[in-house]
């Protein structure tokens, strides 16, 4: 069973910036998968984020956070990074880690599984 834990969530001013942390508890380890961050805003559908692949030479972005944020992994400390840079109001939401459990797209929700209990990230106008 695969075991994660989200952390790194507050409240920021928009143009501010936060670093999420996802770290694998107990004999989890998390350098076997594929993984991605997700969010979900208040009485949204959870939506793709970012991605990385096993070694990290992968990576994959929705268009809306491009360019700002950075998805990062260090399988040493068995945890994955999501570096979150000019936030917007709209990236107000959820945000959670999951494992990649098959060969499906990364950009696909029904691609992960293993989810962690999430950390919000809410960010002020």
């Known amino acids: 069973q695969v075991q994660l834990v989200e952390s790194g969530g507050g409240l920021v001013q928009a143009g501010g910036s936060l670093r999420l942390s996802c770290a694998a508890s ?6 076997r998968y594929d993984m991605g961050w997700f969010r979900q805003a208040p009485g949204k559908e959870r939506e793709f984020v970012a991605a990385i692949s096993r070694s990290g030479g992968g990576t994959y972005y929705a268009d809306s956070v491009k360019g700002r944020f950075t998805i ?5 400390k068995n945890t994955v990074y999501l570096q979150m840079n000019s936030l ?12 990649k459990f098959n060969s499906g797209s990364y950009y696909y929700l029904d691609s ?14």
């Open 26 to 31: 107990g004999r989890t380890f998390i350098s």
């Open 72 to 76: 990062s992994r260090d399988n040493a």
């Open 88 to 99: 917007k109001p709209e990236d107000t939401a959820i945000y959670y880690c999951a494992t």
């Open 112 to 125: 992960f599984g293993s989810w962690g209990q999430g950390t919000q990230v809410t960010v002020s106008s």
